[in-house]
């Protein structure tokens, strides 16, 4: 028997994790269907993690209008969710007087686009906001911030699961038939699924799933970006990210200082055919140090501790030319809601977009309040950021919190735990990763990691060759030395 | 929250921290407290159950924890405190210590420091290593971990680049375990580790090592396929054209060890760029009075014996500190010559003998180490051959100081 829903969501990136948010505000039953272990597995974890204020799209587009919308009620949306969030402003620096055309000119877009504070700013108050930067002037945004992605993400699809929905982790669908003129089938590796309605949130795989619900016509350019992931020991060098002059297609290679403390350094733009390959080269490493240390010439290969890419699923039209975010229940394919092309500013427009998914769903369904919804969701508490008596306090209550299992970022075993037996069910050391810090410091898990693994083996009662690093079938060990 | 005080502190109760720990208290300093983050003394040579421990300092062959032991079961007899599960988060200029473990927060305030918190190996991402990130990578040191302390076999088809001892005494283990290692990549021209454990570890069991060769990609997106190796030309670039494709299942990292100094930055402690650990002077004292570093946290070393010998020599320095509450100012600056990586200590003063403790950048033959004070030429060492892969120590009388100049150490062919 196939389990039957008011709605089905394709993806748990941040688009499929804040629409099914969203959606729980009423009375209707959701699933989240996603062919990864976990959230935040693609473009939504990979990115610069830059709340955008909004200035860099077209005006008019619901690139402008959703990015405008999602930066000004970040502060709300932080607080309700209890992700990590810093309204620290940014910079686009300039040193040639087209830079200081452009730049104005994207101040005219950005206030047509309703983006707030925007203005031009010497070179004398552009060191006093940023001391370390290389230019002669440069666009100030105040309203632009940094976020935790992973945690952003984490938090919108916990708190949609509390309110009800269910979330089914490594469930790629493989195709989809019209079964009755109610409902759709879901056929996924792992069995079937009936819904009423299908929200299409597949990012990279949005095309390809369009085709299966029988909407044609889109086209998909992946854009891969590599970055390089800078200690935190010159995290303190970086108040807001620093951006060079921008296109209108591209941000350009920048510096951007992470919720955590280190600093990333990207990324390039390369069309690519291969959604699943996030290799980097050693021709982009030495490309990107070498652009941004024309911003920022603190750059020192010392500091490298990670690199990691990114692909953006840009809508391209036949022509090539990058078009808006595609958010459409079209008439022709009923009971269905299409997102094609939500590319950057997505982690920015998550929740707008998820708004207007919503008002679409309203204009042909009366739906009614889910009277047990509650907005708020908290994420665990982080040692490393208490003060002593709160940290006596975290101890005195579980004994778990003085003992330090990640030394790099402070990560207790409370924490740890407490991870492992997530909301979601996500059982990835990655997934630990993402919800802890574990593993993102400066050793890369050369501490901490055997002993997460070991937790994971106590807590869930696995066996060695159970545990999975990041992706499915990705083993971490073959088995035991001695029986 | 309580402040309790201390005349020392050992951060680490590694080889560096349980050495210096013995003999200080042999020396009549009693009031001293060891912090250990880990559930047993003994540091990383828990880990190393390979022998070849001990024989500079003990005259015979131990494997790690036998060795570790035998400075654990002093420290038991002498009743000397500990305390283990206990993380130090951070410490201060004016030597207080803020400690955790389940029991709560600590707060300690020593009249010394001692930083034997070891070193941590070099990753990954550190060398940007390009390619996928998929499961099965992980340095020597990990997987040594995994194998020997957690009963956890981490691959099968085993490939290992960098030629430093863990990963050379690691593609022993491997082989013992029954796992094929298909080769062992260094980059430059000569291996990082030693001589013997190329011999024993490396050629005993028919392990190819590819001199001049690197991973130039990371094959597989879920566990580790493989990597794609190329020839580096004189300059260390890969040379295209000499790509070759290996598979295997998991790929060990042996690509340098870093000293691990984030507690020592939060005092206010300088650091040498050349060795990554604090600069020190003849008394293994830091920037910052009070706190002295020795061991792997100071510089690497490539046998334990010297890692315990250079506590029990720092542990002399901190009695006398204790006991005078100052040390003598040491403002004679040691250089080093284009051909010599570092030295340690870096400064030092002409009351006292000295231990002189550096390597080579890259090997030499029947060579001469020249150590001088401005022309005067104080002491000469020869040497069949040097490899950096060897620390070198000389002992310098004070007595051969003449002057207050600076000394320059010197190679010469």
Redesign the interface.
């Known amino acids: 028997m196939t389990t039957k829903y008011d709605i089905l969501i394709i993806g748990a990136g941040v688009i499929g994790s804040a629409v099914a948010r969203e959606l729980s505000r009423y009375d209707l039953k959701i699933c989240v269907l996603e062919k990864n272990p976990d959230v935040c597995c693609e473009t939504s974890g990979r990115n610069s993690a830059v709340i955008h204020g909004g200035f860099a799209y077209e005006i008019g587009t619901k690139k402008a209008e959703c990015c405008v919308e999602g930066c000004l009620e970040f502060d709300k949306i932080a607080e309700e969710l209890d992700v990590p969030f810093k309204r620290t402003g940014k910079v686009l620096v300039g040193s040639t007087r087209e830079d200081h055309e452009s730049l104005q000119k994207t101040i005219e877009i950005g206030r047509a686009n309703g983006s707030i504070g925007l203005e031009l700013i010497d070179k004398n108050r552009l060191l006093e906001l940023v001391p370390t930067v290389i230019g002669e002037f440069a666009m100030f945004s105040p309203k632009s911030g940094i976020v935790d992605p992973f945690q952003y993400n984490i938090a919108l699809a916990e708190n949609a699961k509390k309110n009800g929905v269910d979330f089914y982790f490594e469930h790629e669908v493989v195709n989809i038939y019209r079964k009755t003129d109610e409902y759709w089938l879901i056929r996924t590796i792992q069995g079937d699924f009936e819904t009423r309605w299908v929200v299409n949130c597949a990012g990279l795989g949005s095309v390809k799933i369009s085709g299966m619900l029988g909407i044609h016509g889109y086209n998909l350019g992946g854009s891969k970006g590599d970055y ?2 800078l200690d935190k ?1 010159i995290g303190h060098l970086l108040p807001m990210p620093v951006y060079p002059v921008p296109t209108t297609t591209y941000m350009g290679i920048h510096v951007t200082p992470t919720i955590g403390g280190n600093v990333i350094v990207g990324p390039n733009a390369d069309y690519v055919d291969d959604y ?7 021709k982009n ?1 030495v490309f990107l140090a070498e652009n941004a240390f024309a911003l920022w010439p603190h750059i020192h ?2 500091d ?5 890419s990114g692909i953006q699923p840009k809508w391209l039209d036949r022509q090539g030319i990058l078009e808006d975010f595609v958010i459409e229940a079209p008439k022709e394919v009923p009971n269905t809601i299409n997102l094609v092309g939500i590319e950057s500013p997505g982690l920015t427009s998550a929740l707008p977009i998820a708004r207007r998914v919503v008002n679409l769903l309203k204009e042909h369904e009366q739906l009614h309040p889910n009277k047990g919804f509650n907005p708020k969701r908290k994420g665990i508490i982080r040692f490393n950021n208490q003060g ?1 008596e709160v ?2 306090k975290l ?2 209550e579980n ?2 919190y ?3 299992i990640c ?2 970022e ?1 990560v207790t075993k409370a924490e740890i735990v407490q991870a492992i037996h997530n909301p979601l069910g996500v059982d990835t050391v990655t997934g630990i990763k993402y919800r802890t810090r574990s593993m993102m410091g400066r ?5 901490c ?2 002993r997460i ?2 937790i994971i083996q106590e807590e869930l009662n696995k066996n ?1 060759t159970d545990i ?15 029986e | ?1 309580n402040l309790i005080n201390k005349d020392v502190v050992i951060i680490g109760g590694g080889p560096a921290g349980l050495a210096a720990a013995v003999l200080l208290y042999k020396n009549g300093i009693k009031d001293i407290l060891i912090i250990e ?1 880990e559930k047993t003394l003994g540091g990383i040579l828990r880990q190393c159950i390979h022998d070849g421990f001990g024989l500079t300092r003990f005259k015979e062959q131990l494997s790690g924890p036998e060795y570790a032991q035998r400075f654990i079961d002093q420290v038991e007899e002498l009743n000397i405190s500990y305390q283990i ?1 206990t ?1 130090v ?1 951070n410490i201060t200029d004016d030597k207080m210590i803020q400690a ?6 600590f707060n300690y305030k020593a009249k010394a420091i001692i930083l034997a918190m070891g070193c ?2 070099r ?4 060398l ?1 290593i ?7 990578i ?2 020597a ?2 997987a040594q ?3 020997n ?8 088809d085993v490939i290992i680049l960098g030629s430093g001892d863990i990963g050379l005494i690691m593609a022993r283990r491997f082989t013992l ?1 029954g796992a094929k290692v298909k080769g062992v990549f260094e980059i430059l021209p000569y291996p990082s580790g030693l001589t013997r454990n190329i011999e024993q570890c490396l050629n005993d069991y028919n392990i190819p090592l590819y001199l001049s060769h690197t991973i ?3 094959h597989g ?3 580790i396929t493989g990597v794609t190796v190329s020839k580096v030309d004189e300059n260390l670039k890969p040379i295209p054209g000499t790509e070759k494709l290996y598979t295997c ?1 998991t790929l060990i990292l042996s690509v340098g060890l870093i000293p691990e100094n ?1 507690l020592s ?1 939060d005092a206010g402690v300088k650091l040498d760029n050349r060795t990554r650990g604090p600069v020190v002077d003849g008394n293994y004292q830091t920037s910052v009075e009070g706190i002295f570093a020795a061991g792997n946290v100071l510089h690497v070393h490539d046998l334990v014996d010297f890692v315990s010998i250079e506590a029990e020599r720092l542990a002399y320095s901190v009695t006398e500190y204790i006991k005078n509450n100052s040390l003598p100012k040491c403002e004679i600056i040691i250089n080093t010559s284009k051909d010599i990586n570092y030295t340690v200590p870096q400064y030092i003063d002409k009351t006292k003998d000295f231990t002189l403790s550096f390597r080579v950048k890259r090997p030499f033959k029947n060579c001469r180490i020249l150590v001088k004070q401005g022309e005067l030429v104080i002491k000469i060492a020869a040497y069949k051959k040097v490899i950096p892969a060897e620390m070198i120590n000389i002992l310098i009388n004070h007595k051969s100081l003449q002057s207050d100049k600076d000394l320059e150490v010197s190679i010469e062919c």
């Open positions: 390089i992931v020991r699943t390959y996030y290799g980097v080269t050693q490493i290969k010392s490298y501790i990670r690199n990691y002593n940290k006596e101890i005195a004994p778990d003085g003992e330090i030394r790099c402070g050793c890369q898990g050369g501490y990691q055997m693994a070991q060695v999975i690093y990041s992706r499915k079938e990705s083993n971490m060990f073959v088995g035991t030395v001695r | 929250m983050r599960d993380t988060l955790v473990n389940r029991n709560g927060l941590r190996e990753t990954r991402g550190a940007t390009p390619g996928e990130r998929p499961a099965g992980m340095t040191g990990v971990s995994y194998i302390l957690h009963n956890i076999m981490v691959g099968k375990e130039t990609n990371i997106n879920a566990r299942d984030e930055l």
